[in-house]
């Protein structure tokens, strides 16, 4: 039996490429990059206020400024705009997605709101470019927060949250 | 035993006078006995590169590349400093011209790992042109078809380590 495998073996190489097959691997390679972080650095505050009789708007630009309309007395005391600490890809840009809707604040005792609205941010039109040097980009976000009369919105310490979008542009 | 012996014997003997006779005269007959030599071959002559890519965070990542090379993002961020151009995989096929071939690409998945890590992601749906065929045709003739384009999709999960991938994919050639 095993003399007639070898001729059948020889059979087939004497007559070749009936049906034939060759190959090679190709390579592939592709580099991820690292995402988009965002970390906060600080809280965007607008400080202390006093609403009195009608209440009104308190105003934080990205750049820190803090201006106010209506019957809003400000208090000399800490406020900030929000900034963030933004990590990528060195020379990327990154741009922002803020929060279209109003952002709303509850007391502490968790019986009053106000609401804050209008935000900015210091990230230019085409994006916020990312250092070569650290991979790194500084973010600041400003708002306004509505506040009616001091009745409505009693005295305490009124926190919430929003959301913003960090992206590659 | 005998006689299965005798009768590939008979095969293979008449396989070979069978060559020269389809040959009209002797200077044809010689043709057809390079024929016999002539091999087919397959080469890689360009790599698979899919450049450089980051999530934007947005979902799950795809980046198809073309068979022409151009590459569709989708949910990443593809930067234009630091990057390399994005290329398909090109190989070549020589042999006799004349003789029909098809390509043979993978149809399933295919796998790439990180450098130094073992985190992998999948190559899909790949993709075959040759030289002178619409894309997707997977049969051409030597002569006219002597190279050929493959491109696929990487799927990039969300939480896809950040790294340098690399991986093979087989590539075969039947022909007659």
Do not use: C, W
């Not at chain 1, 406020?79 to 840009?93: C, D, E, K």
């Not at chain 1, 007391?107 to 250092?131: A, C, H, K, M, N």
């Not at chain 2, 396989?15 to 016999?36: F, Q, R, Y």
């Not at chain 2, 619409?134 to 790294?163: K, R």
Request: no cysteine; proline share 5%; aromatic share 6%.
């Amino acid at each position: 039996m095993k003399r007639i495998l070898a001729m059948l073996s020889l059979l087939l190489f004497a007559v070749p490429g009936l049906f034939a097959q060759t190959g090679v691997l190709g390579k592939m390679e592709v580099e991820i990059a690292v995402p988009v972080t965002a970390t906060e650095t600080e809280l965007l505050n607008f400080g202390r206020i006093v609403p009195e009789a009608s209440g009104g708007t308190v105003r934080i630009t990205p750049q820190g400024e803090r201006t106010s309309t209506g019957s809003i007395t400000m208090m000399d005391d800490a406020y900030s705009a929000g900034r963030f600490t933004v990590a990528g890809m060195p020379n990327s840009l990154v741009s922002i997605v803020l929060p279209q809707m109003p952002q709303i604040l509850v007391l502490s005792s968790g019986v009053s709101e106000v609401t804050v609205d209008e935000f900015t941010s210091d990230v230019p039109i085409g994006g916020q470019v990312v250092r070569q040097t650290d991979g790194k980009a500084e973010i600041s976000i400003g708002a306004t927060l509505y506040i009616a009369n001091g009745l409505s919105n009693p005295a305490g310490y009124y926190t919430g949250t929003y959301e913003v979008i960090f992206m590659y542009n | 035993m005998k006689r299965i012996k005798y009768s590939i014997m008979a095969v293979f003997a008449l396989g070979v006078v069978a060559l020269p006779a389809t040959a009209a005269n002797p200077t044809a007959s010689a043709l057809v006995e390079a024929e016999l030599v002539q091999m087919v071959t397959l080469v890689k002559t360009v790599d698979m590169q899919f450049g450089k890519v980051a999530l934007t965070g947005e979902g799950v990542g795809t980046l198809v590349l073309g068979v022409d090379g151009v590459i569709t993002p989708t949910n990443l961020f593809v930067p234009t400093t630091g990057n390399v151009t994005p290329t398909a995989a090109v190989f070549g096929v020589n042999g006799l011209s004349g003789t029909s071939y098809t390509v043979n690409i993978p149809a399933g998945s295919v796998t790439l790992t990180k450098q130094g890590g073992s985190e992998t992601m999948d190559v899909s749906a790949f993709t075959v042109k040759l030289d002178t065929k619409a894309a997707g045709v997977t049969t051409g003739t030597i002569g006219t078809d002597n190279s050929f384009a493959v491109g696929a999709t990487l799927t990039i999960p969300t939480t896809q380590a950040e790294g340098k991938y690399t991986g093979t994919f087989p590539v075969s050639i039947s022909y007659n």
